[in-house]
């Protein structure tokens, strides 16, 4: 994880604790975006529209070669890439972008 993201957890699960809660916290490995990523985790693209995507986010450096993310979605315009591919609809469903980019920041 990128480090204020785990901070923020640790934060919260001490406060959890402290107010007698049990916590149990789980890892995600990172995970990489290959061409048929966003075909199988969003209704709606299709396996061309997820190759041009993760092509197209490469290109623009957000993703790297072994398909990681190299910027945080939270504060990057990664939006402004696939509005073309996707329109409207683009920028809302790959909000998915944040959950991939928490676990595998830490991987860069």
Known sequence: ???PTQRRVEGAIRTWRRAGAEVLEQRAAPLALDDTYFSRT???????????????????GYVSGGGFLLAD?????WRGVVAAPLGRRGAAELGTLRVVARDDLSSR
């Open 42 to 60: 969003l209704n709606g693209v299709s396996p061309q529209e997820s190759r041009q995507l993760v092509r197209l986010l490469r290109v623009a």
């Open 73 to 77: 979605p939270a504060t990057s315009a």
């Open 1 to 3: 994880r990128d480090a």
